[in-house]
C-alpha cells in the first residue's frame, strides 16, 4: 500500500519542510508507528537526511516537566498519608479500593482542566441539597454489586465522609507530592499547560509534528493549541470524509471537536475509503475462542500469499486471544511478528508466583496450614516439577491419598526438603517482597528461565521489598499481595521478530496512524468492541459532563473511532465475531451491524460477505481394540496374586478386559482428586465407616434392641469422626459444605438400625472383617489362588451366620446359578458375586459353619435386608464347594493365553469409565 496515511504525510512535510525536518519532533499516539514512519521518509522523493526525534505524547509532556512521574502505588501511600490527617483510624486496606477511586478522579480533573474549586463548591453544594431532601447519597458504581442494606448504608456513610474532605485532599496531596518533585501523568498535564500559559521558557525545537490524535483531553488539546498558534506546529489528523462530515457518526466526534480548536493550517489527509473505495468485508461468525482462532487459520491458509503479507495485520480485540492464535497458526512460510507483547502474568515465572501468592493469602495462621490447592498447584508446575525433587512427589502423593484439604506446616518441614522449607514458609514475618525474592534467587539459580521476565520480577520484588521495610501504615499481607499482581499485570514482556514484511499480530491501539490492505480483526462483539462501560467516579455523572469531564459517552466514541479507522483504508477485512452467544458470550457488536446496514448504502463497491463456522467435530468410528496377554500381564496378575484377589478384580475382567488391562496391568490410575465436595463414589465409603465405628464397642457381644437404639444418639458424634478420618482434615470444613449429603447417611444409617432393632437381639461377630482363602488351579505349575475379601458386617442369630454387605449402588438381581459361568458373572449379578465370594471364603475359614450371605441396598433400604439366592436356601458345604469350581474355571479363563484383551460390547459401562478417551468410546 503507497498510499497509506504516514506516507501521504511524510511526502507532506517533506515538501514543505525539507532539510529543517531533521531539527523538528515528530509526536505520535504512541511507540508503533515510528518505525513506520521511518520507512515512510525513505520513500518520500528526495529526503536523505536522518529522521527527526520521535516522541509519544506522554513522553514529551513529560519532557518539559519539573517533576518525576509517581508510580500509582506510590501516589496512593502518599495520598492515604494525607487522608490520614483528617480521619486517622482508617486503614489502609479498607483506603485501598475507594483511595484509586479518588486517583482517578484527580487524574481527570487535572487533565481536562477545569476549574477545581468551582466543580468542588459546586459538588458540595449538590451534597448537601441531597442530605436534605434525597433518602439516598451518590455512591460510585464500583461499590453498587451485591450489597445487603447494612453494606449500603456504611457505604453511602462513607461516601459523605470522604465528600467532606475531598477538596482538601486534593490540594494537600498535590502538595505533598510538589515536596517530592513527584506528580501523577494528569498533574504533569496541568502544570505545563500552566507554563505555557505564562510563555514560561520550555525546550524549543524548529517545528512539532503532531501526528494520528483523536481523543485529546482539555490539557493535551490546549499545548496543540499553543505551538499551533505560535506557528510551530503541524497537526495531521487521521479520519475518512465518511464520519468526519456526518455529524451522526460518533466515530467522528472528536476530531470535530478538535478541528474547530486547532484550525491547522496544514493540508490534511482524510481518506475517502468508505464512500469511494472498493472493500470486500467478511463478517465471521464462530463459536467461542478456539473457533475463531481455527477459523482465522483455516482463512488464513485459503487466501493468503506472501506477497501481501507485508499489507496485512491481524488485529485483536482481546489480547487474551494471543497464545491461542499463536498455536492456531497456519505454517512456517508466513512470518509472524508478535507486536502487542507477551504478558508477563502469562509467562510461566509468573504463574508460579501467583501461585505463591494465593498460597500466602490463603495461609491459616492460627492452625499453621496451606490449602491444598495452594500446595498442589505449586507442586505441579513446570518450574518445580523440573527439579526432580523427590520430597514434591512424596508430599503430592500423601496429600492425594490422605485426602488433606488443608496441609500443615509441620507436614512439609517433615520432608527434609531445602525447597520445600522455602516455598511453605509464612511470608508475613519477613515480608512479602524478600519471601519473593528468596524463591526467585533459587529458582533461577536451578533453572533456565526468560532473563527479561526475571528482570521485570525482580524490578518488582525490589519495589516490594522496600515497601514492605518502610512501612508505617500496617499494611496486611492481602494488600501486600494485591499490590504484587497489579504491579505484575502492567508488564508485558516483548516478543516476536522484527522482519520487515512479517504480519504483525496486535492489539487495537497498536493501530493508530496505521493501514492495511487486508485485515483480520477478532472478537468483533459487545462488552468488547465497544468495552462495557464503567463508572468508577465521585463526580456525578451530571457534573462530570457540566465540567467537561469524561464520561462513558467519551468511551464509546473513542471505540468507533478506533474501530473505522482501522478499516478506512483496507480493502479485504476479515471480522469474526464468537457467536456462541449461549456460553456466557455477548452478541456480535453493533458495529458489524452498522457496516452490515449503512456502507452498501452509501458505497455499492463494498460487499458484504457473511458466512459461519463451526469446529468440526471427528466422527470417525472408534477402531475396535483387542490385545494379547503377553509377560506384562501375566506378570501383573502374579503380583496381584500374593496381595490377594478380590471378588471386584474377577468382575472387572469379565466387565471390560481393557478396562482391567489400563488399571491393574499397565497401572494407569484412575484420576486421584482431594474431595471438598462429597461424590457418589465417596457416599459408601463414608457410610461403612460411620456404621463401623458405631457397631465397633459391641463386637462380640449379644446385641439388643436398646443398644442399637442407643447407638442412634452417637451418631452425629460416630459421622465428625468418619469424616475426618476420610478427609484427614477438621471434619467442620466437609460438614460444612456438605451437609445435605452428610445428613441422608446418618438417616440410612438410622434406617439400618431400625432394621437391626428388628433382627435384635443377634450377636455382632465382627465389622470390616478381611478374610482369605487359597485355592489350587489345575494348570501345570501355577501358583495356588490367594483369594482375599473385606465383609462389612458377621453376625449371628440361632446358630445361622450372617454375611451382609452394605450397597450404596443399584442392586438389580439377588439370584443367578453359580453353576453357569456366563450368568454368574453377567454385571446384573455383580453385587450378589462378590457376597457369595465372602461367604465362599468364610466358610472355608471356618468349615462346618452355616454362612448365609445378606445385601442392604440403600437405595431401598426401607425394603430391608435381601438374601442372596434365597431360592435355593442357605448355601451348605456343597453349594460353596460348587462355586469355588466355577470360580476357579473362571480365572483360568482369565489366564488363558488364547483370549485377547478386548472391549466391553456394553457401551453404557464407557459412559462412565475413566479410560473412555484411549479407546475413543
Known amino acids: 500500500m503507497t498510499d497509506t496515511f504516514l506516507q501521504l504525510v511524510a511526502n507532506d512535510v517533506v515538501t514543505r519542510m525539507g532539510d529543517t525536518l531533521k531539527n523538528s519532533v515528530v509526536v505520535f499516539p504512541n511507540k508503533r508507528p515510528f518505525g513506520y514512519f521511518d520507512e515512510a521518509l525513505k520513500n518520500a522523493l528526495g529526503y536523505e537526511n536522518d529522521p527527526p526525534q520521535y516522541y509519544t505524547l506522554d513522553d514529551f509532556i513529560l519532557d518539559q516537566s519539573d517533576y518525576q512521574l509517581a508510580d500509582n502505588i506510590d501516589s496512593l501511600v502518599i495520598l492515604y498519608k494525607v487522608y490520614l490527617k483528617f480521619y486517622p483510624l482508617t486503614d489502609f486496606d479498607s483506603f485501598y479500593g475507594w483511595g484509586n477511586v479518588m486517583l482517578g478522579d484527580f487524574e481527570d480533573i487535572d487533565r481536562n482542566m477545569p476549574d477545581p474549586a468551582k466543580l468542588f463548591k459546586n459538588i458540595s453544594a449538590i451534597k448537601d441539597l441531597e442530605k436534605y431532601f434525597l433518602e439516598d447519597t451518590y455512591v460510585p458504581d464500583e461499590f453498587l454489586s451485591p450489597l445487603n442494606a447494612d453494606d449500603e448504608f456504611y457505604l453511602q456513610e462513607k461516601s459523605n465522609e470522604i465528600w467532606q474532605v475531598y477538596a482538601r485532599c486534593y490540594y494537600d496531596f498535590k502538595k505533598e507530592l510538589q515536596k517530592q518533585k513527584l506528580a501523577y501523568p494528569g498533574m504533569v498535564y496541568r502544570e505545563v499547560v500552566e507554563k505555557l500559559a505564562k510563555n514560561a521558557s520550555l ?118 486471544l494471543l497464545v491461542p492464535v499463536l498455536y492456531a497458526w497456519p505454517g512456517q512460510e508466513q512470518e509472524i511478528n508478535i507486536t502487542t507483547g507477551h ?28 490449602y491444598h490447592k495452594d500446595v498442589l498447584a505449586i507442586l505441579s508446575h513446570p518450574l518445580v516439577m523440573s527439579r526432580a525433587d523427590a520430597a514434591v512427589k512424596a508430599l503430592q502423593r500423601k496429600i492425594t491419598d490422605g485426602q488433606l484439604i488443608y496441609i500443615p506446616q509441620s507436614l512439609v518441614l517433615a520432608m527434609r526438603s531445602s525447597f520445600l522449607d522455602l516455598v511453605f514458609r509464612d511470608s508475613e514475618g519477613m515480608g512479602l517482597g524478600i519471601y519473593f525474592g528468596d524463591l526467585l534467587s533459587e529458582i533461577k539459580h536451578q533453572q533456565e528461565c526468560d532473563p527479561i521476565a526475571v528482570e521485570n520480577l525482580e524490578r518488582i520484588l525490589k519495589q516490594l521489598a522496600l515497601f514492605s521495610k518502610s512501612n508505617d501504615y500496617g499494611l496486611s499481607q492481602k494488600i501486600l499481595i494485591r499490590i504484587f499482581k497489579e504491579k505484575v499485570m502492567q508488564i508485558k514482556l516483548p516478543s516476536g521478530n522484527s522482519q520487515p514484511n512479517a504480519i504483525p499480530l496486535m492489539g487495537m491501539l497498536e493501530t493508530r496512524c496505521l493501514d492495511f490492505d487486508t485485515v483480520f480483526l477478532l ?126 478384580y474377577v468382575s472387572a475382567y469379565f466387565i471390560c478386559a481393557l478396562r482391567f488391562h489400563f488399571r491393574y496391568v499397565m497401572q494407569l490410575p484412575e484420576r486421584e482428586e482431594i474431595v471438598e465436595d462429597l461424590e457418589a463414589k465417596h457416599f459408601g465409603t463414608l457410610f461403612h465407616r460411620l456404621m463401623e465405628l458405631s457397631y465397633e464397642d459391641l463386637k462380640g457381644t449379644l446385641v439388643t434392641k436398646e443398644m442399637v437404639n442407643a447407638l ?39 434406617k439400618t438400625m431400625e432394621l437391626d432393632m428388628e433382627h435384635s437381639p443377634f450377636t455382632l461377630i ?134 485377547p484383551i478386548t472391549q466391553t460390547e456394553d457401551h453404557n459401562i464407557c459412559a462412565s469409565c475413566s479410560y473412555r478417551n484411549f479407546c475413543m468410546r
Open 523 to 648: 472478537s468483533v462483539n459487545e462488552g468488547i468492541l465497544p468495552a462495557p462501560a464503567r463508572n468508577h467516579s465521585y463526580i456525578p455523572y451530571d457534573q462530570r459532563k457540566e465540567f467537561g469531564l469524561p464520561t462513558n459517552d467519551e468511551q464509546e466514541h473513542l471505540f468507533a473511532y478506533q474501530f473505522y479507522r482501522l478499516l478506512q483504508r483496507a480493502a479485504n477485512i476479515y471480522l469474526f465475531y464468537d457467536s456462541e452467544t449461549g456460553s456466557g458470550g455477548n452478541e456480535k457488536s453493533r458495529y458489524l451491524r452498522q457496516i452490515e446496514y449503512y456502507l452498501p448504502k452509501a458505497n455499492p463497491h463494498i460487499l458484504i460477505h457473511r458466512s459461519s463456522y463451526s469446529v468440526p467435530l471427528l466422527n470417525q468410528p472408534a477402531r475396535a481394540i483387542s490385545l494379547p496377554k503377553d509377560k506384562a500381564f501375566f506378570d501383573a496378575f502374579l503380583a496381584k496374586n500374593e496381595k490377594g484377589i478380590s471378588p471386584s
Open 712 to 750: 442412634k444418639i452417637k451418631l452425629a458424634y460416630n459421622m465428625e469422626r468418619a469424616l475426618k478420618d476420610l478427609h484427614k482434615t477438621e471434619a467442620a470444613d466437609i460438614l460444612q459444605k456438605n451437609s445435605l449429603l452428610v445428613e441422608t447417611v446418618k438417616v440410612l444409617a438410622e
Open 766 to 899: 465382627d465389622m470390616e472383617k478381611e478374610v482369605a482363602g487359597d485355592i489350587a488351579l489345575d494348570m501345570e505349575g501355577a501358583p495356588n489362588l490367594h483369594l482375599k475379601g473385606t465383609i462389612d458386617r458377621i453376625d449371628e442369630k440361632d446358630g445361622q451366620v450372617r454375611i451382609v454387605d452394605y450397597k450404596t449402588g443399584t442392586v438389580k438381581n439377588m439370584d443367578f446359578h453359580f453353576g453357569d459361568a456366563e450368568e454368574m458373572l453377567n454385571k446384573e449379578n455383580k453385587e450378589a458375586f462378590q457376597a457369595l465370594y465372602y461367604g465362599y471364603l468364610y466358610q472355608k475359614q471356618n468349615p462346618g459353619t452355616t454362612v448365609q450371605p445378606v445385601i442392604l441396598p440403600l437405595k431401598e433400604v426401607v425394603k430391608g435386608y435381601g438374601i442372596v439366592n434365597k431360592n435355593i436356601g442357605t448355601p451348605g458345604t456343597a453349594d460353596y464347594a460348587a462355586y469355588g469350581d466355577k470360580l476357579k474355571s473362571i480365572i483360568l479363563a482369565i489366564l488363558d493365553p488364547e483370549m
Open 203 to 320: 525546550p524549543s525545537h524548529t517545528h512539532y509534528i503532531f501526528i494520528g490524535f483523536n481523543a485529546l483531553s482539555k490539557a493535551e488539546e490546549q499545548i496543540l493549541q499553543y505551538y499551533n498558534e505560535q506557528g510551530q506546529a503541524s497537526v495531521y489528523w487521521d479520519a475518512d470524509s465518511y464520519y468526519i462530515n456526518n455529524p451522526k457518526e460518533e466515530s467522528g466526534y472528536f476530531i470535530r471537536k478538535h478541528i474547530k480548536a486547532i484550525p491547522s493550517p496544514n493540508p490534511q489527509f482524510f481518506s475517502n475509503g468508505f464512500l469511494m473505495g472498493r472493500k470486500n468485508i467478511h463478517i465471521i461468525g464462530a463459536p467461542m475462542q478456539v473457533g475463531q482462532v481455527k477459523t482465522l487459520g483455516s482463512v488464513l491458509k485459503r487466501s493468503f500469499t506472501v506477497d501481501n503479507q507485508g499489507s496485512t495485520a491481524i488485529v485483536l480485540a482481546d489480547e487474551n
Open 343 to 370: 504478558p508477563l502474568w502469562q509467562n510461566p515465572l509468573f504463574t508460579l508466583f501467583q501461585s505463591l501468592a494465593a498460597l500466602q493469602g490463603n495461609f491459616r495462621k492460627d492452625q499453621a496450614s496451606f
